[in-house]
């Protein structure tokens, strides 16, 4: 059981736009925590997507967008590609009673159909 | 250009233990966070605990306190993972990777290539 809840799987057409959240709570993003994205190809590490909810590191590509709002955040690609078939996390960070931890959402595979 | 090289792929026997190096090339290691996040066969990822080696002190994920130990050699700029008594469960791609500035709470911009680890008897 994941500490940050994405839908296990969405799906798209090439070209389309599609959206991924990440749901918390009020220990880890709404405690304002910020909020990053991975993609991960198959046998692959993940790569830094979105970094601080809404940042591009150099080389990737505008398609891809990240907003944060409350106690949840979102991924969004647009103009599909066939290429964009990965996995996708979203990581924040928890602090709670029971101490402070680096947290992963479950993680969403992208269909491109 | 920072690089994150692991050693290569173990098989362990139930209750034995692994350790897992990552070393680090390219930028300034001591006052970067690094920290390991494993992967079993078709699951997500899973943050195992990190350190910033210049403080020295590590901070592990409840789940694995007691079993994990992360260590590093400012000397050869590699971090250390050991895992110990393992089970079945522990069958996985174990990655190091590279956090932010004296930050242990953020992205990490740099990966290792994965180590599997898999525990059979």
């Known amino acids: 059981q994941s500490v940050l809840t994405q839908p296990p799987s969405v799906s798209g057409a090439p070209g389309q736009r599609v959206t991924i959240s990440c749901t918390g709570s009020?220990?880890?993003?709404?405690?304002?925590?910020?909020v990053h994205w991975y993609q991960q190809l198959p046998g692959t590490a993940p790569k830094l997507l979105i970094y601080?909810?809404?940042n591009r590191p150099s080389g990737v590509p505008d398609r891809f967008s990240g907003s944060k709002s409350g106690t949840s955040a979102s991924l969004a690609i647009t103009g599909l590609q066939a290429e964009d078939e990965a996995d996708y996390y979203c990581?924040?960070?928890?602090?709670?009673?029971?101490?402070?931890?680096?947290?992963f959402g479950g993680g969403t595979k992208l269909t491109v159909l | 250009q920072v690089q994150l090289v692991q050693s290569g792929a173990e098989v362990k026997k139930p209750g034995s233990s692994v350790k897992v190096s990552c070393k680090a090339s390219?930028?300034?290691?001591?006052?970067?966070?690094i920290s390991w996040v494993r992967q079993a066969p078709g699951q997500g990822l899973e943050w195992m605990g990190g350190?910033?080696?210049?403080?020295?002190?590590?901070n592990y994920a409840q789940k694995f306190q007691g079993r994990v130990t992360i260590t590093t050699d400012e000397s050869t700029s590699t971090a250390y993972m050991e895992l110990s008594s393992l089970r079945s469960e522990d069958t996985a791609v174990y990655y190091c990777?590279?956090?932010?500035?004296?930050?242990?709470?953020?992205?990490?911009?740099?990966w290792g290539q994965g180590t599997l680890v898999t525990v059979s008897s």
């Open positions: 990777a590279r956090g932010l500035h004296y930050d242990s709470s953020g992205y990490y911009r740099y």
């Open positions: 390219g930028g300034t290691f001591s006052s970067y966070a």
């Open positions: 350190i910033i080696p210049i403080f020295g002190t590590a």
């Open positions: 009020s220990s880890n993003i709404g405690a304002g925590y910020d």
């Open positions: 601080g909810n809404s």
């Open positions: 990581q924040s960070y928890d602090s709670s009673l029971s101490g402070s931890n680096v947290v």
